[in-house]
């Protein structure tokens, strides 16, 4: 995955494969806090408020713009939307922008989604206050070239908010194995091993951008591992998830655009 180490090169997609069509064909689906992508459902409230937390810092929600690259069915963009922040969400999938368009009206919220790419994003430069890519920079074949977007479209002093999951043998035994091929609580193929991101990967790929790593934590659900077991055996929902000191698995943070890039 990387021609040194922490750099991060573009992958080919025609050798590491990734199932990120899968996201088109869930439909309303993405709103069953007990279907196929019940996980996030579980995730969300610790992720929101983790990203809620940085966004304050710059200021009143009301006046701050946020872009949700990414945003799948809208369960990020949405939840941030109804704290106040103005809110604009931008996903390659249109199933999926259909889904969070229909949801958001349903629920009257306020979100702009546009189909688009994480490589060319429909906003200008310097115009965004608070980026988030939330469950999606492992889903990227061209990293680098998504976090060059990303700055392009950021304001110096702004910051980029996001979750991943790291390379090790620990994501492999519970998000791969467990999750996906055993438990099937992932959808199997929706992930690939080898496109999973080391932080210490991330943040030379952030810094080479003009984005400058601030804070790097853990993200795990916050049931005891047999509790977690007994969760999935029975089809039930996992639980809240919790920011902890290990970045074994999953892992939380933000960065900050420089005025220098």
């Not at 701050?64 to 809208?74: M, Q």
């Not at 999938?93 to 994003?121: F, N, P």
Request: proline fraction near 5%; hydrophobic fraction near 45%; charge should be positive.
């Amino acid at each position: 995955m990387a021609s040194a180490p922490g750099r991060l090169t573009a992958l080919d997609p025609g050798t590491v494969r990734i199932d990120n069509d899968y996201y088109s064909s869930v439909g309303d689906a993405w709103w069953d806090r007990r279907g196929p992508l019940r996980a996030l459902h579980d995730m969300n409230p610790a992720r929101v408020g983790y990203f809620d937390e940085v966004g304050v810092r710059l200021g009143d929600r009301a006046g701050l713009r946020v872009l949700d690259v990414g945003c799948g069915g809208g369960l990020v963009a949405e939840q941030l939307a109804a704290l106040g922040y103005r809110v604009t969400g931008v996903d390659l999938s249109e199933g999926a922008v259909d889904a969070a368009r229909r949801h958001a009206r349903a629920s009257g919220v306020e979100v702009g989604y546009h189909v688009g790419s994480a490589y060319q994003l429909p906003v200008a430069p310097a115009s965004i206050d608070m980026v988030v890519v939330s469950d999606v920079l492992e889903h990227l074949h061209d990293l680098p070239g998504a976090v060059a977007e990303i700055s392009r479209v950021l304001r110096p002093g702004g910051v980029l908010v996001f979750d991943t999951i790291n390379r090790t043998l620990a994501s492999y035994l519970v998000a791969i194995l467990a999750a996906e091929r055993l438990a099937k609580i992932v959808h199997p193929g929706t992930h690939n091993w080898r496109m999973f991101i080391r932080p210490r990967e991330l943040a030379e790929t952030l810094a080479r951008h003009g984005l400058r790593p601030a804070e790097i934590r853990g993200l795990a659900p916050a049931a005891s591992a047999h509790r977690l077991l007994a969760a999935v055996l029975r089809g039930r929902s996992l639980g809240g998830f919790q920011l902890t000191r290990s970045v074994a698995v999953s892992y939380i943070g933000h960065a900050v655009k420089t005025s220098e890039c």
